[in-house]
C-alpha cells in the first residue's frame, strides 16, 4: 500500500477520532481541519454543470464499487469511497466555485488550490450546456423564469460565464500536479475508452472489457433516465423535478448538438459570435464552423486528442494500485487507535496547513452545501415518529450553549426540530419550521466569519434553493422545496426580525 494513503488516513483520521468536536470546530483547529480535508483530496473531476458530470461519476462510481467489493446504495458518492477502502484515490467532484451562479467577470481565476492535484476537467459543447442549464434552473432550481432567447443574454450563468469558465482552465491547465482534459462528445463516442483513460488517471485499477461492458450499459441513458423515475439512488441529485415534465429531469436528454431544436438562428449566431470572439484556442472544438474552415491551421494540437492531455503536461505516468477483496478497513482503524496519534495528528494537520496555506473566510459555496445537507437531515428526522412538535425555541439558551444568535422567529411559525448540528463551518444549529402557508423551511445557523452579504441572496446546487446571508458574525442560511422567489421573501422576513 502507498505510504500517501497511509499518513492521510492516518492523520485526518486521528483528528477526527481523538478531539471533540467542540473543540476541532473552533478556531485555528477549525481552520487546519479545513486544510487538512483539502490536503487529503488526490484528484478533482471538475466540470461547469450540465456538462456530462453525472454520467461519468455514475460509471466511475459503479466501477469502483464493482473493483472494490463495495457495498452502497449510491455509486455517485465516489468522493467518500476512500474512507471505505484505503487503496481507494480520494476523488472530489465539484463545479468549482459554482460559475453557473456568476457573470463571466466574477468567474475565479486562480486555480491555485489545485496546484499538488489531479485535476480531470470535463467539457461539453457550450451551446448543449447553455439549453441543458436552462431548463435545469428553470424546471428543477426554479431560479429563472424567463425565455430562453433572454437567458442566453442577461442571466448569470449564461454564456459569458460558460466562457469564462473554460477560458480559466485553458490559462490554469499547468497549475495542477497533473492535467487530463475529457470532451462530452468522446463519452458519447467511445464511452468504454473514457472510463479506461480516466481510471489511469486518477489512480484507479484498470477495469476488465466485461466490467466495463457493464459499467457502459448500467449508466446508459435509458438505465439512468429509469433510475432517476424510480427514485433509485434515494437522492435529490438524480430525482425529476416533475416526472410529468420531461424537461425537468436531471438526465433529460443527452445529446449532442440539441440547442438547434430550442435556439433560434438569432440565438445561435448569437452565441457563435460570442464564442468565437472569446473562448481560448485552446478550445478551438468548440469554435463555429464558419471561424474553424477559416483558421483550422489554429487550432492547437491538445484539442484533437483532449485524453492525451496528461502526458503531454507532465509526461508522467499513472500507477494502477490492484484492487482489494472488500471493504475491510480494520488495518486503518489499528492505525488511528496507536497510542501516539495526538502528537501525529498535529504535525499531520500543521504540516497539512503549511503545505497549502490558510483557509479564507467561508463563502457562499461552502454555506450553501452545510445547510443542503442540513436540510436533507432534518427531512430524515421529519419521518421519525418520535418527533414532536413544539412551538418556542429558547434563542437564550442556544446562544449560552453554542455561542450562536438565532434571529427572532415568526409567532405564527410551528418549529418542528431544533438540533445541534456539527458540520465543517463548526457548532450550528438547524431549526425546521413550517410556515403560515404550510411550507417546510430549515434554518441553518453557524456561528462563523464569512466573505457573504448581510443581506439574503439566492444560490442553488442539485436542484435544492437557498437564501443566505450573515448577521452579526452568524451564517444564516434558509432551505426549502419551494418557489425561489418565495424562499427569498421568508428570509427576509426572518433577516427583518433580526
Avoid at 457495498?71 to 463545479?95: C, R, Y
Wanted: aromatic fraction near 8%; glycine fraction near 4%.
Amino acid at each position: 500500500m502507498a505510504i500517501r494513503p497511509v499518513i492521510r488516513d492516518f492523520a485526518f483520521s486521528a483528528g477526527e477520532t481523538l478531539l471533540p468536536s467542540s473543540i476541532r470546530n473552533r478556531g485555528a483547529l477549525l481552520v487546519m481541519r479545513r486544510a487538512a480535508s483539502e490536503w487529503a483530496r488526490d484528484a478533482y473531476v471538475l466540470s461547469y454543470p450540465k456538462s456530462g458530470r453525472t454520467w461519468l461519476r455514475t460509471m466511475l462510481g459503479t466501477m469502483v464499487c464493482a473493483q472494490y467489493g463495495l457495498d452502497v446504495d449510491n455509486p455517485m458518492e465516489v468522493q467518500h469511497f476512500w474512507k471505505l477502502a484505503s487503496d481507494i484515490p480520494n476523488i472530489g467532484f465539484t463545479h468549482d466555485d459554482h460559475p453557473n451562479l456568476k457573470f463571466g467577470d466574477e468567474i475565479e481565476t486562480d486555480k491555485s488550490r489545485y496546484r499538488r492535484k489531479k485535476v480531470l476537467l470535463l467539457t461539453r459543447d457550450p451551446r448543449d450546456v447553455l439549453v441543458s442549464y436552462y431548463f435545469d434552473a428553470k424546471n428543477r432550481m426554479k431560479v429563472i423564469d424567463c425565455d430562453i432567447s433572454t437567458y442566453i443574454r442577461q442571466e448569470k450563468g449564461s454564456i459569458d460565464a460558460v466562457v469564462a469558465f473554460y477560458n480559466a482552465w485553458a490559462r490554469a491547465r499547468r497549475v495542477p500536479r497533473d492535467f487530463l482534459w475529457v470532451r462530452y462528445r468522446d463519452m458519447h463516442r467511445d464511452p468504454k475508452q473514457v472510463v479506461r483513460d480516466s481510471a489511469a488517471f486518477l489512480g484507479l485499477p484498470a477495469p476488465s472489457e466485461d466490467l466495463l461492458e457493464r459499467v457502459v450499459e448500467g449508466a446508459s441513458f435509458r438505465n439512468m433516465r429509469k433510475a432517476e423515475l424510480n427514485d433509485s439512488f434515494n437522492h435529490e441529485r438524480l430525482r425529476p423535478a416533475d416526472p410529468a415534465n420531461p424537461e425537468s429531469f436531471k438526465v433529460r436528454r443527452g445529446k449532442m448538438g440539441g440547442f438547434v431544436d430550442y435556439l433560434s438562428s438569432d440565438d445561435i449566431a448569437y452565441v457563435d459570435n460570442y464564442i468565437d470572439r472569446n473562448l481560448d484556442p485552446f478550445f478551438a472544438c468548440y469554435f463555429s464552423e464558419a471561424k474553424a474552415a477559416q483558421s483550422p491551421a489554429a487550432q492547437p494540437s491538445g484539442t484533437q486528442t483532449p485524453l492525451a492531455l496528461s502526458t503531454v503536461l507532465t509526461g508522467s505516468k499513472t500507477d494502477r494500485p490492484q484492487p482489494v477483496p472488500s471493504n475491510d478497513n480494520r488495518r486503518r482503524e489499528r492505525f488511528v487507535r496507536m497510542a501516539a496519534m495526538v502528537a501525529v495528528f498535529a504535525c499531520g494537520w500543521a504540516g497539512n496547513e503549511l503545505d497549502i496555506g490558510f483557509s479564507p473566510a467561508a463563502n457562499a459555496a461552502s454555506l450553501v452545501n452545510e445547510a443542503q445537507e442540513a436540510y436533507v437531515a432534518s427531512s430524515v428526522r421529519a419521518k421519525m415518529p418520535s418527533q414532536i412538535a413544539i412551538r418556542n425555541v429558547d434563542r437564550q439558551d442556544i446562544l449560552k450553549a453554542t455561542g450562536i444568535k438565532l434571529p427572532k422567529l415568526p409567532q405564527d411559525w410551528v418549529v418542528t426540530d431544533a438540533q445541534l448540528y456539527p458540520s465543517d463551518l463548526g457548532n450550528s444549529v438547524v431549526v425546521t419550521m413550517v410556515t403560515t402557508a404550510d411550507e417546510r423551511v430549515s434554518l441553518f445557523a453557524a456561528e462563523e466569519d464569512t466573505s457573504i452579504s448581510d443581506s439574503p441572496s439566492m444560490d442553488s446546487d442539485d436542484g435544492m434553493v437557498v437564501a443566505y446571508w450573515e448577521d452579526d458574525q452568524v451564517a444564516l442560511a434558509l432551505v426549502g422545496e419551494i418557489k425561489a422567489p418565495r424562499l427569498l421573501e421568508l428570509a427576509n422576513t426572518l433577516d427583518a426580525e433580526s
